[in-house]
């Protein structure tokens, strides 16, 4: 834990006191977003002290030329970044001529955030002195519209507190702006229309390169102590640039608002040349709602989802805080209504990692929706994939691979590869497997096989075909062999026969053939369009199950484990618990070097292969890795503590498992890897969801049948949570005395707790002890 100022809540996050030093903390934790756009937590009114301006709108990009020191053949030509879009939320503030700037006020009191997560909205209250001492109260509210995801909602209001004054307010729409994150400062935008009329102002610009066509929009009114008051506006614009200024006379104790309606319209869901009119719509519905009209709106767009998402926890407020706080930013960042877009790593709250698309998704994201939403929510990330098929097949092709073989891209945001380090561009090839396994564990889930004749198959074959070609046969060994990859530990660069690497690899042709055989017997007419499409013959296949039958696995007969690579013992291996808690994390310490020299494992490498297959394994295996390799592990990957999670209940190690929850729950409340002012870890927070479901719930599909093995943590008296299990939603509620079902259906459920078969009705309740 490195920071420690949000305020325990079950639904909110609060932070109380103005501190400049937590601003950019703050504006990653309160960020908000609806799916199609979202945006930091960044003030409305200017404010010229530390700031990491960032509002982002959904499948909007720039493909950034790589820059390297030393190009290698293969790399990719550039690195697409999620762009800082057109700012829509600036209102700036003049008080009898002084420029309200919390950094130069003379006094900032009493200020307050709150992120009402239950309900969906941001607000800020304080009291400011200003330098010329006329004090104000603020209290400014914010939302994203759910309902209608094009829109944004601002209330601000200012109190005169000490004297009558002349409060100038200034809403205003900039397309001026930069990217923190850039290799070689490109100008991003080209705005080309600026208009302001009776209904409104827009900016209309595209991205350079890509030609995203945007427009950027907003209207505003003014109220005195609620009402609405007929207010001119003085309109100022440049080529990039509109504010609507507006003075007004404030006694003391009256309070002026300004009510301001923002947002974006994009050509990926209009005609280009009909942005503005689309805006005019928004701003007309927005009119119409109101601001509380669309603040109600809001709340039961919320309620709707957490009905289905929520986790409650009995007994740890933190814990019950953090689980909120990640299935909140899960579902503020992808709601599965658009089959275009997937779920970036940092999601709407920062630039880092380029927005784009990770194997993240399918190893940790695809179980939270599928069980959250529904299997369409999940099919449609499957279709993500399947659609960028030929760029993974042109992927491949460009480090020389052949015959349709596929290798998906590490980064991307079309289909691209566009991550330009070769240690994960080139190496970091176990993301193929990644996406193998989320077509398996969809079917698993679901029941749905449907898939897989349809388009499922294609991409295995492809896949298939990459592990077949990647591996190479060892004289010496006479085994196959995988040689210079990362595996999931990216503190291990360039070695030999990865574990997991091979062992996925083995898993995918194994699956891959499974099916083959299984479409040919089931469903003839895609059996036969698959094989015209993908070529294959018989004779390729015996190659496949060749490599799938004699590849290597590295293994300590000293230890009685699989090593994570060959060569691991022969580091100095000393524990992680001997490390200097005050040169941690050890990428902010250290050189490249001493990590790549060290045993320390950044996040699960054979754990994630253990997570992946544990049925492949018998318990005294899992306890063996798990007690070999949790001591070398420091966690400085996101997506480390929630796979240990998993297994540490899994083993009986129940105290530990909570340990790893509350890292992987609270990993940007607490700021554990020092680095949640870049922006938050939202594809680990499903991770956290897996945490509880599959840890402590116990939950998993074995034989076509829903099982639990719960326990819980002795900090709780209870948790629950509910899952969309078939098309049927099944509550589950676990305490120290017993375990209880509850089905909302029509059917009944089969299904095995702690080893023992039982059937469920709907709309009863069962209890197990």
């Not at 660069?493 to 891959?512: F, G, H, K, Q, S």
């Not at 680095?675 to 034989?703: K, Q």
Request: include cysteine; hydrophobic fraction near 35%.
């Amino acid at each position: 834990m490195n920071q420690d100022y949000i305020k325990p809540n079950n639904w909110s996050l609060i932070e109380e006191g103005f501190e400049p030093d937590r601003v950019k903390s703050s504006e990653s934790l309160f960020s908000l977003g609806n799916g199609a756009m979202g945006q930091r937590a960044n003030f409305e009114e200017q404010y010229s002290g530390p700031t990491f301006q960032g509002s982002y709108i959904a499948g909007v990009y720039y493909p950034d030329k790589t820059r390297v020191g030393w190009w290698k053949n293969g790399y990719p030509e550039y690195f697409a970044k999620v762009l800082n879009a057109p700012n829509w939320i600036g209102i700036n503030i003049t008080i009898d001529n002084q420029p309200l700037d919390l950094f130069k006020c003379k006094s900032v009191e009493n200020f307050r955030r709150e992120l009402n997560m239950r309900e969906g909205w941001y607000r800020r209250t304080f009291e400011a002195k200003l330098k010329n001492d006329i004090k104000i109260a603020v209290e400014v509210t914010r939302f994203l519209s759910l309902e209608h995801d094009e829109l944004g909602a601002i209330e601000y209001k200012i109190t005169a507190l000490n004297s009558d004054t002349t409060i100038n307010i200034q809403p205003y729409i900039d397309s001026g702006i930069t990217n923190e994150d850039t290799n070689w400062d490109d100008k991003f935008w080209d705005s080309f229309d600026v208009k302001t009329d009776n209904d409104g102002a827009f900016i209309q610009a595209r991205t350079m390169k890509t030609h995203f066509y945007t427009c950027t929009f907003m209207d505003a009114a003014l109220f005195i102590d609620g009402k609405a008051i007929d207010a001119k506006a003085r309109v100022n614009s440049s080529s990039n640039r509109v504010s609507c200024t507006f003075d007004q006379d404030v006694k003391i104790g009256q309070t002026l608002s300004v009510v301001k309606f923002g947002g974006y319209t994009v050509d990926r869901n209009h005609d280009k040349y009909e942005l503005i009119a689309a805006a005019k719509a928004v701003l007309k519905k927005a009119w119409d709602f109101g601001f509380e009209g669309l603040l109600e709106l809001q709340k039961k767009s919320w309620r709707a989802i957490w009905d289905m998402a929520d986790i409650t926890i009995e007994g740890d407020i933190q814990a019950q805080q953090a689980i909120r706080f990640n299935i909140f930013q899960l579902n503020q960042t992808y709601l599965g209504t658009d089959a275009r877009l997937n779920i970036g790593p940092k999601g709407f709250t920062g630039e880092k990692y380029g927005g784009s698309t990770y194997w993240d998704t399918e190893a940790y994201c695809i179980p939270f929706y599928m069980a959250t939403k529904d299997q369409h929510v999940a099919r449609n990330l499957l279709e993500y994939r399947y659609n960028h098929l030929e760029k993974a097949i042109e992927n491949a092709e460009k480090l020389g691979f052949a015959n349709g073989a596929a290798l998906y891209p590490m980064v991307t945001m079309n289909g691209e590869e566009c991550h330009n380090e070769w240690e994960i561009t080139f190496e970091e090839i176990h993301r193929n497997g990644a996406i193998a396994f989320a077509i398996y564990n969809y079917h698993r889930y679901t029941g749905d096989y449907s898939y897989i004749p349809q388009k499922g198959l294609e991409v295995l074959i492809a896949i298939a075909r990459f592990w077949q070609q990647r591996a190479t046969y060892s004289e010496q060994k006479k085994e196959y062999v995988i040689l210079g990859v990362t595996g999931p530990n990216e503190y291990e660069n360039n070695v030999n026969n990865n574990w997991y690497t091979n062992y996925i690899a083995r898993w995918c042709i194994e699956y891959t053939l499974e099916n083959i055989a299984r479409v040919k017997s089931e469903f003839d007419s895609d059996y036969t369009r698959i094989m015209h499409k993908a070529k294959l013959s018989e004779a390729e296949m015996k190659k496949w199950k060749a490599v799938a039958d004699n590849i290597y696995f590295p293994y300590s007969e000293e230890h009685q484990v699989y090593l994570q690579q060959e060569g691991f013992l022969d580091k100095e291996m000393v524990t992680a618990d001997q490390l200097d808690p005050q040169k941690r994390p050890i990428n902010q310490y250290w050189s490249w070097d001493r990590i790549l020299r060290s045993p320390y494992i950044k996040q699960a490498d054979v754990l994630q292969g253990l997570y992946f297959f544990e049925d492949h394994f018998s318990q005294e295996e899992l306890k063996r890795h798990f007690n070999f390799y949790e001591p070398y592990t420091v966690h400085e990957s996101s997506l480390s503590p929630c796979v240990h999670c998993v297994l540490a209940a899994k083993i009986g190690r129940v105290d530990e498992a909570y340990t790893f929850y509350l890292r992987t729950s609270r990993l940007d409340l607490d700021d554990y890897n020092k680095e949640v002012h870049e922006g938050l870890h939202i594809t680990s927070m499903a991770g956290t969801w897996m945490s509880i479901v599959e840890g402590f719930g116990g939950l998993r599909v074995r034989d076509n049948t829903l099982t639990f093995n719960p326990c819980i943590p002795g900090q709780w008296n209870s948790f629950s949570f509910k899952i969309n299990f078939r098309g049927q939603i099944l509550k589950v509620l676990v305490s120290h005395a017993d375990t209880r079902f509850e089905l909302e259906g029509k059917e009944s459920l089969e299904m095995v707790v702690n080893g023992k078969q039982l059937t469920i009705e709907p709309n009863n309740l069962v209890t197990i002890s």
